[in-house]
């Protein structure tokens, strides 16, 4: 930009003149009738001064401030929530006195606790005293029809999102159309446990799995107590 003044050219360019102001601050301060008479463009409305403008944006970078705040303090918690609930599940997991036992308590609390829809496990071999439970399967590891999880039953990580329909098939039976969004726990050598939600966004691949983690844990060392 090349510009006249008293037979003196300038040539400056916007980005200069930006950048050199970015370096002084303090320069509209030296020039306050300058400062009055600048205006800034706004995206709908008429025109506004330098310091309304400046007072609009501080008052959005206020408004984002406070909207991350609130939601880090609603994330802090829903944590606090799940930590006090994976601990609860925990203990009642280790009062249990049988394998059987064990295993409801697991269901009841993922139900009641935890809000679940479906709760199914695949137990990898029988299991005295539930041979009734509607919830169960008993599927030897290497049946060819948990072919499909076999990366997650090596891996031993929670699965979390939507599952390929025959996963869904053999893990909900006649309620597999009802079920949009799953978790699944990995108990190396002892079992597979699905649940199931009816809302498609309640799990999905990303999401935290430091609790699912936690509750697998629990519940594999609660029942190695009842091996052999």
């Known amino acids: ?7 003196i ?10 950048a050199w102001l970015r370096r002084h601050p303090t320069f509209l301060q030296q020039f306050p009738d300058l ?14 001064s330098l310091a309304s403008y400046q007072l609009e944006i501080l008052r959005d970078k206020n408004r984002e401030l406070s909207r991350r705040l609130h939601e880090l303090f609603a994330n802090a ?8 609930r994976t ?11 049988t394998a059987a036992d064990t295993l409801r308590a697991l269901v009841a609390s993922l139900r009641e606790d935890f809000q679940s829809d479906l709760v199914r496990i695949v137990a990898f071999r029988p299991v005295a005293g539930l041979e009734e439970a509607d919830w169960l399967q008993v599927i030897a590891e290497d049946d060819p029809r948990l072919a499909g999880f076999h990366d997650l039953l090596a891996s031993g990580d929670p699965v979390c999102g939507r599952l390929q329909p025959d996963k869904h098939a053999l893990l909900y039976g006649a309620r597999a159309g009802e079920v949009q969004s799953s978790v699944l726990l990995s108990l190396r050598g002892v ?24 509750m697998g844990e629990a519940l594999a060392t609660a029942l190695q107590r009842f091996e052999g």
């Open 9 to 18: 050219t300038e040539s400056l360019g916007a980005h200069q003149v930006a």
């Open 191 to 214: 079992a597979l446990v699905a649940v199931g939600s009816f809302d498609p966004n309640r799990f999905f691949p990303g999401m935290g799995t430091l609790f699912l983690r936690m």
């Open 77 to 84: 918690q829903e944590n606090e929530r799940l930590a006090v």
């Open 35 to 48: 400062a009055l008479a600048l205006v800034v463009p706004r995206e709908n409305g008429p025109a506004a």
């Open 87 to 97: 601990h609860q599940l925990t203990l009642a997991l280790m009062r249990q006195r």
């Open 1 to 7: 930009m090349s510009k006249e003044f008293d037979g």
